[in-house]
Each structure stands twice: as structure tokens, then as C-alpha cells.
């Protein structure tokens, strides 16, 4: 009778349907690759969940109505228990005996549950975040600085400690994937990770493409057969005699259903929402599916006046793509103005890439799903909202790279009204959000790579913000 080897964890192990030019692939994808007929793979991690919010979902309770009696369970929670959201944050210090801590969570949760179902837990550290340049700072190695309320910790070391007080087997891919990733170096990581476009400098530090998956699965497996786990490891075929590591000649495979972004500057309206004199609504980037009224709200108020808001967690700000809500006019790129408004907070959920305020583009698309990396822009606009009394005060996309130009002096919370402007300088743009000091440093770039002769002035909103924007005001100089 064949036995099943479940999976949980976050998006380093799951399953994703990507438009990208190396899609994305968790490692638990590719465990069945290196295992025979007798071990069934039942893959239920998910994306964005941590060991705490995935109780919350089906899957979970899948999970406790579907172990038995000499299956195994893989558990690889940690990216996501360290992020300073309420819904995911479980603490990295602590016993798995103190309630609130990531081991209690490990442990209650999952390892409980098992092993009164007669399942025997894996515990697998996370994978590590890639370092561009072979440089490894905290983060990228799950040991995470206090920030406010949030205590942090060393996620990793919190597993390895739980794994040796229950006597549980352990997988250490935090300490196998630095050592890999030291060992080939930060040229030859690039290709181990998912890019959303066919350009490098959109690679996702994060999550794995095919080749990396695979090679994951590879780790993880060598290590489970290494150590021995009983009724498991004697499955575990294609490891013979040293088996050498999967070969990037034979697994990296870019998509062949891949289209890249081609930017047209003449652009139709909406037929989703309606435009309101010179402004016109738009959703498009990394959305995931075709923008509806469900999930984004863009409405032009009687008093020169925008709600913009987002639910469903789709959109994003991140280092590599971009998903927005948007109110845009087009300017010419000769035309020295000012941009401003005064913006209500009306509610914003707790995440990185949360934002919402004015931004400056150099390109602009119609209610389009696009995972790719976009143009340039600049944005007066907060993010890193999870640092709640410190998130960045403006950000700017510039050749492909997020940078940030300032840190906010406090946090601003949901019921507040903030003046937000951007205005046009000789070298490039000034942002001010709210009551925080005006920032150019950084932003000394002319948005003209891709449309040379038009920016795109816009109200936005990314992931899960509600805003309203009054008295907006476009000056021409």
C-alpha cells in the first residue's frame, strides 16, 4: 500500500501558474522526481502563508483529516512567520512551549497533529533569499532585527532547536542552500530563480524557477536519505552512488508561452471604468488576473475628488514587479509642473507591498495582467508600511532597481489626511509626503527611456489600500 509524503509550507515549496519568463517553482513541486511508485507526493503548501495563517485555510484541514497511520509530512514555514503582520508574525525566540513563538506554532500546530495521527514530521528550515552579491545580511538568512511590537529572531536556529528537544528529523536548507549559492557564486544563483521578464535585472531573489526547484528537491531529499527516516528513505531512488547535483543544461528551461510587455503610447481608454476630465482610470502589472470591479474601485467624486482602493491582496510594490490602481494624465516630458493633492488614509493592510500616493512614470498600460518589470517611476508614497513608525517616506524604480529616498519621521495610520506632491527639477523629480522632509536625492533622473516624449502623472493605490485623493492639483509651470 503506498504512502503519502505531505507538504506544507509557504511559496518556496507550492505550486504557482506564472506568465513569467522563468516561471516560478516551489521545491515541493519536484520531490516526486526522486521518489518511486510506493511515496505519494500531496503538495498542499501555498504561497504567502505562514505556519500560523496557514491554519487558516483549507488546505490545512485537508491536512488533519488526511494523515495516516505511517505517512510523512514535510514542514517548511520560516519566510514567512518572520514578516511583521499580525495574520503571519509568530516570534522567532522563544520554546516551543511559550505560546505566540514560531516553535509553539511548529509544534501545535503541525508536529502535534502528526504525530497523533501516527505521521512522521520533517522539519526543513526555509531555503535562503539569494544575494546579488554573494554578500549574506540577516534577512536573506531568516534572522530578523526587533521592529516595534515585533520581536524577530533567528528563524533556522528556532527549527534546529525544536528538531533536537522532540527528537524530530531535520533538513537544514538554510544551511545547504548558502553553501550551494557560496559555491557557485551570485552569477551562476541568478539562473536558479524565477525572472517575471526575459531581462536578469527582474530576477526574484526569492522564489525558485524549474532548475532551482529541482535542485531543492534534490538537497532536501539527499538529506532525508542521509539521515535515515525510516520507511522513507529506502523510496528515494536517483541519489545512488553520489548522484551529482541536477544539471542547468538539462533543467533551466525559460517558458515557451512567454510574451514580453511592449510598450505603445497610444493608449485607449478604459472600458472597465470611466475617466473623469483629464484623468483616466487604469489597473494593470503584476494583478495576477484581468482587473475587475470586485477586487479594485476607482470612482471620480462630484468635489475634484478620487476613491481609489484595492482588496483580495492582488497588486504589489515590489523590487521586480508592479501591480497599481491608478487616476493618470499624460504631460509632455518638456512640461515643468506640480503635482499635488491631499490624500485620506482610509485603510491599508499591513504589508510590504502595500502603497498609495502620487507617482511619476515612464510608462503607462490599460487594465493590463503583466507580470514583466515595467518602466521607470517615481513615487510620493509610503513603503515598508510593516515598519510602522518608519516606513520609507518615497521610492523610485530607476534603471530596473527599487531604491528608497527617505525614512518616515512616524507612522500614518488609517483616518488620516496627508498633503502628497511631486514636482518636476531640472535634473529630475522633488517628493513630499505628508509632513516629512522633501526629498530629490535619488531621484535625479529623467523618465524618457521608454516614452521620450510623455510622463504619466498618477493617483494610486497597490495591494489591499483604500484612499481617497481631494483637492488635486496639476500646475504647469
Same mark, same amino acid.
Request: charged content about 25%; some cysteine; overall charge negative.
Given at each position: 500500500? *503506498?504512502?503519502?509524503?505531505?507538504?506544507?509550507?509557504?511559496?518556496?515549496?507550492?505550486?504557482?501558474?506564472?506568465?513569467?519568463?522563468? !516561471?516560478?517553482?516551489?521545491?515541493?513541486?519536484?520531490?516526486?522526481?526522486?521518489?518511486?511508485?510506493?511515496?505519494?507526493?500531496?503538495?498542499?503548501?501555498?504561497?504567502?502563508?505562514?505556519?500560523?495563517?496557514?491554519?487558516?485555510?483549507?488546505? %490545512?484541514?485537508?491536512?488533519? *483529516?488526511?494523515?495516516?497511520?505511517?505517512?510523512?509530512?514535510?514542514?517548511?514555514? &520560516? $519566510?514567512?512567520?518572520?514578516?511583521?503582520?499580525?495574520?503571519?508574525?509568530?516570534?522567532?525566540?522563544?520554546?516551543?512551549?511559550?505560546? =505566540?513563538?514560531?516553535?509553539?506554532?511548529?509544534?501545535?500546530? %503541525?508536529?502535534?497533529?502528526?504525530?497523533? /495521527?501516527?505521521?512522521?514530521?520533517? #522539519?526543513?528550515? !526555509?531555503?535562503?533569499?539569494?544575494?546579488?552579491?554573494?554578500?549574506?545580511?540577516?534577512?536573506?538568512? $531568516?534572522?530578523?532585527?526587533?521592529?516595534?511590537?515585533?520581536?524577530?529572531?533567528?528563524? !533556522?536556529?528556532?527549527?534546529?532547536?525544536?528538531?533536537?528537544?522532540?527528537?524530530?528529523?531535520?533538513?537544514?536548507?538554510?544551511? +545547504?542552500?548558502?553553501?550551494?549559492?557560496?559555491?557557485? &557564486?551570485?552569477?551562476?544563483?541568478?539562473?536558479?530563480? /524565477?525572472?517575471?521578464?526575459?531581462?536578469?535585472?527582474?530576477?526574484?531573489?526569492?522564489?525558485?524557477? @524549474?532548475?532551482?526547484?529541482?535542485?531543492?528537491?534534490?538537497?532536501?531529499?539527499?538529506?532525508?536519505?542521509?539521515?535515515? @527516516?525510516?520507511?522513507?528513505?529506502?523510496?528515494?531512488? &536517483?541519489?545512488?552512488?553520489?548522484?551529482?547535483?541536477?544539471?542547468?543544461?538539462?533543467?533551466?528551461?525559460?517558458?515557451?508561452?512567454?510574451?514580453?510587455?511592449?510598450?505603445?503610447?497610444? #493608449?485607449?481608454?478604459?472600458?472597465?471604468?470611466?475617466?473623469? =476630465?483629464?484623468?483616466?482610470? *487604469?489597473?494593470?502589472?503584476?494583478?495576477?488576473? +484581468?482587473?475587475?470591479?470586485?477586487?479594485?474601485?476607482?470612482?471620480?467624486?462630484?468635489?475634484?475628488?478620487?476613491?481609489?482602493?484595492?482588496?483580495?491582496?492582488?497588486?504589489?510594490?515590489?523590487?521586480?514587479?508592479?501591480?497599481?490602481?491608478?487616476? %493618470?494624465?499624460?504631460?509632455?516630458?518638456?512640461?515643468?509642473?506640480?503635482?499635488?493633492?491631499?490624500?485620506?488614509?482610509?485603510?491599508?493592510?499591513?504589508?510590504?507591498?502595500?502603497?498609495?500616493?502620487?507617482?511619476?512614470?515612464?510608462?503607462?498600460?490599460?487594465?493590463?495582467?503583466?507580470?514583466?518589470?515595467?518602466?521607470?517611476? @517615481?513615487? /510620493?508614497?509610503? #513603503?515598508?508600511?510593516? $515598519?510602522?513608525?518608519? !516606513?520609507?517616506?518615497?521610492?523610485?524604480?530607476?534603471?530596473?532597481?527599487?531604491?528608497?529616498?527617505?525614512?518616515?519621521?512616524?507612522?500614518?495610520?488609517?483616518?488620516?489626511?496627508?498633503?502628497?506632491?511631486?514636482?518636476?527639477?531640472?535634473?529630475?523629480?522633488?517628493?513630499?509626503?505628508?509632513?516629512?522632509?522633501?526629498?530629490? =536625492?535619488?531621484?535625479?533622473?529623467?523618465?524618457?527611456?521608454?516614452?521620450?516624449?510623455?510622463? %504619466?502623472?498618477?493617483?494610486?493605490?497597490?495591494?489591499?489600500?483604500?484612499?481617497?485623493?481631494?483637492?488635486?492639483?496639476?500646475?504647469?509651470?
Amino acid at each position: 500500500m *503506498s504512502k503519502n509524503l505531505w507538504v506544507v509550507g509557504d511559496s518556496t515549496l507550492s505550486s504557482f501558474e506564472d506568465k513569467y519568463y522563468l !516561471p516560478r517553482y516551489g521545491y515541493g513541486t519536484k520531490l516526486q522526481e526522486y521518489l518511486d511508485d510506493e511515496i505519494i507526493v500531496k503538495n498542499i503548501a501555498l504561497s504567502g502563508r505562514s505556519s500560523k495563517s496557514y491554519t487558516t485555510e483549507p488546505e %490545512y484541514q485537508t491536512l488533519l *483529516s488526511g494523515m495516516k497511520k505511517d505517512d510523512y509530512l514535510i514542514i517548511g514555514f &520560516g $519566510h514567512n512567520d518572520e514578516k511583521t503582520e499580525n495574520d503571519r508574525y509568530t516570534q522567532g525566540e522563544g520554546d516551543y512551549l511559550t505560546q =505566540g513563538t514560531f516553535a509553539f506554532s511548529l509544534y501545535n500546530n %503541525y508536529i502535534k497533529k502528526a504525530q497523533e /495521527a501516527g505521521c512522521t514530521p520533517i #522539519l526543513c528550515t !526555509p531555503i535562503v533569499r539569494r544575494s546579488p552579491d554573494g554578500k549574506w545580511n540577516g534577512q536573506m538568512l $531568516h534572522v530578523t532585527a526587533p521592529v516595534g511590537e515585533y520581536k524577530g529572531g533567528d528563524y !533556522p536556529k528556532a527549527i534546529r532547536d525544536l528538531a533536537r528537544q522532540l527528537n524530530i528529523a531535520l533538513v537544514d536548507m538554510t544551511m +545547504m542552500t548558502k553553501e550551494m549559492y557560496d559555491r557557485l &557564486g551570485a552569477d551562476e544563483t541568478l539562473y536558479l530563480h /524565477a525572472w517575471p521578464s526575459d531581462k536578469a535585472i527582474s530576477v526574484d531573489n526569492t522564489h525558485t524557477n @524549474v532548475w532551482g526547484a529541482r535542485v531543492n528537491a534534490y538537497l532536501c531529499l539527499s538529506e532525508i536519505k542521509n539521515i535515515g @527516516v525510516e520507511g522513507l528513505s529506502n523510496h528515494i531512488t &536517483g541519489l545512488e552512488n553520489d548522484a551529482p547535483m541536477p544539471s542547468k543544461k538539462k533543467y533551466f528551461k525559460p517558458s515557451e508561452t512567454y510574451k514580453p510587455t511592449v510598450f505603445d503610447s497610444n #493608449l485607449s481608454d478604459s472600458k472597465i471604468w470611466e475617466k473623469s =476630465g483629464i484623468w483616466k482610470p *487604469s489597473v494593470f502589472g503584476d494583478i495576477m488576473d +484581468m482587473p475587475t470591479k470586485d477586487t479594485f474601485t476607482l470612482e471620480a467624486l462630484s468635489d475634484n475628488s478620487f476613491h481609489i482602493a484595492v482588496c483580495g491582496n492582488v497588486g504589489k510594490i515590489s523590487a521586480v514587479s508592479d501591480g497599481i490602481a491608478v487616476y %493618470y494624465t499624460k504631460v509632455p516630458v518638456k512640461d515643468d509642473f506640480i503635482f499635488s493633492a491631499s490624500m485620506k488614509i482610509n485603510n491599508y493592510f499591513l504589508n510590504d507591498q502595500v502603497s498609495f500616493g502620487l507617482m511619476v512614470r515612464d510608462d503607462m498600460y490599460i487594465d493590463k495582467v503583466t507580470p514583466d518589470i515595467l518602466g521607470d517611476y @517615481v513615487a /510620493a508614497a509610503p #513603503l515598508l508600511l510593516t $515598519h510602522e513608525n518608519a !516606513p520609507a517616506n518615497c521610492f523610485a524604480r530607476k534603471s530596473g532597481k527599487l531604491v528608497y529616498g527617505g525614512t518616515c519621521t512616524r507612522g500614518y495610520k488609517p483616518g488620516e489626511t496627508v498633503k502628497v506632491q511631486i514636482e518636476s527639477t531640472s535634473d529630475g523629480y522633488a517628493c513630499t509626503f505628508g509632513d516629512e522632509t522633501t526629498i530629490t =536625492g535619488g531621484f535625479d533622473f529623467k523618465l524618457t527611456a521608454l516614452d521620450p516624449e510623455n510622463v %504619466y502623472l498618477c493617483m494610486f493605490a497597490a495591494r489591499n489600500a483604500d484612499v481617497t485623493f481631494s483637492d488635486v492639483r496639476l500646475d504647469i509651470k
